[in-house]
């Protein structure tokens, strides 16, 4: 029994060494203009807030854009700082297309770096940890590419929006 486990990890082991780690290419970054927030306020999970999006731009090597009006970040802070992002929202492709995007995922920055991108300053996005997981839903056609993959995002907070630069896990 102990030979067939053995012979059973070695197997395992060798099948994921062969598997090549994902690669990724890039799509586009959108920049999300925002209105201030709106604070829920204390909630069991958390800060509860709301942050409007109000337009912006997405600009790739074959994908371009304008978001509309219309959606928003809803934003809980844990009581560790974190804050959990689940963000939906729609742009307008240069022919006419529009794309809904669902985009969730968590900003960490220590209560100093919060407190700075709270206040509206800049901040060098490597002081803080900014990733999302980004779905599109795209209609069939030209764009239905969008809908066949899995794409990750790094995120920076600017003054009055943020950016997302996306990524296509291949």
């Known amino acids: 029994m102990k030979g067939i486990i053995f012979f059973l990890l070695v197997l395992m082991n060798t099948a994921i060494a062969q598997l090549p780690a994902p690669q990724m290419e890039f799509v586009c970054t959108i920049e999300v203009k925002v209105d201030p927030a709106l604070i ?16 912006g731009t997405v600009k790739g090597p074959h994908i371009n854009g304008e978001v509309l009006n219309g959606g ?8 560790d700082g ?7 929202y729609q742009f307008k492709t ?3 297309s529009v794309v809904y995007i669902k985009n969730a995922g968590m900003r960490i920055a220590s209560p100093e770096i919060a407190a700075k991108i709270a206040s509206g300053e800049i901040v060098d996005p490597s ?28 995120g920076e907070r600017l003054a009055s929006s943020v ?8």
């Open 94 to 96: 240069d022919d006419g």
């Open 40 to 55: 829920v306020g204390e909630s069991v999970h958390g800060v509860r807030r709301i942050i409007p999006i109000i337009g």
């Open 163 to 170: 950016k997302i630069h996306v990524w296509k896990l291949l």
């Open 82 to 88: 974190v804050a959990e992002i689940e963000a939906r």
């Open 72 to 79: 928003a970040d809803w934003q809980n802070i844990r009581k």
């Open 127 to 154: 002081l803080y940890y900014f990733r999302t997981i980004l779905q599109f839903e795209a209609p069939i056609g030209k764009y239905d590419w969008l809908n066949k993959a899995i794409f990750v995002c790094a």
